[in-house]
C-alpha cells in the first residue's frame, strides 16, 4: 500500500557524470535513490575536495538533510551517467503516516543504511557547525528510539 503510493510520487532522471546533484550546505527537500550509476558523497573545504563516499545501485542519498531539516554537510555529485529517483520528503513523511508499522520499518532501513557506512563516523552527518561540544550521536540516538515506535 505504502509502496504503491511512494512509486506514484517518484520521478526518473538521468544526470551526466559529474553533474552536481545537491550542493554543500544546501537543504534538500528530496530523498534520491540511485537505479544506476554511481555519486560521490564529497567534503568540500575551501577549494580542496574530498571523496568520503561513493554511493552504487541501491543506495540512497539526502535523507538526512532532508528529515532533519539540516543544510547538507556533503556535496552530492554524479560519478557516471546515473539514472536517479527523487522524491520529495513532504510525500515521503506523509506516506510514512499511513501505516504505524510500515513507518518503523523505514526508520530501521534508514538506520541500517546508515550502519552501512561505517567508514564515516555518524556524528559527521548530522552535526551542525557550532555544535563541537553537543553529543554526535544524539540523532542516531533519537532515531533508534523512534524505529521502536516511542513517540
Not at 8 to 36: F, H, L, T, W
Not at 44 to 56: H, S
Request: aromatic fraction near 8%.
Amino acid at each position: 500500500e505504502i509502496l504503491l503510493l511512494l512509486v506514484a510520487d517518484m520521478k526518473a532522471e538521468y544526470i551526466p557524470p559529474r553533474e552536481d546533484v545537491i550542493m554543500q550546505n544546501e537543504s534538500p527537500d528530496e530523498v534520491y535513490i540511485i537505479v544506476s550509476g554511481e555519486v560521490d558523497m564529497i567534503e568540500c573545504e575551501m577549494e580542496n575536495e574530498q571523496v568520503v563516499w561513493t554511493f552504487k545501485s541501491g543506495d540512497m542519498f539526502g535523507e538526512v538533510g532532508a528529515f532533519c531539516y539540516r543544510p547538507q554537510s556533503y556535496m552530492y555529485r554524479t560519478k557516471t551517467l546515473s539514472q536517479l529517483l527523487k522524491i520529495k520528503t513532504s510525500c515521503l513523511i506523509e506516506g510514512m503516516k499511513i501505516r504505524q508499522e510500515d513507518n518503523i520499518t523505514m526508520i530501521k532501513n534508514f538506520l541500517q543504511h546508515h550502519k552501512k557506512l561505517r567508514d564515516l563516523k555518524l556524528g559527521d552527518l548530522f552535526q551542525e557547525v557550532g555544535e563541537e561540544n553537543s553529543d554526535p550521536n544524539m540523532s542516531v540516538n533519537l532515531l533508534t528510539v523512534a524505529s521502536t515506535g516511542n513517540a
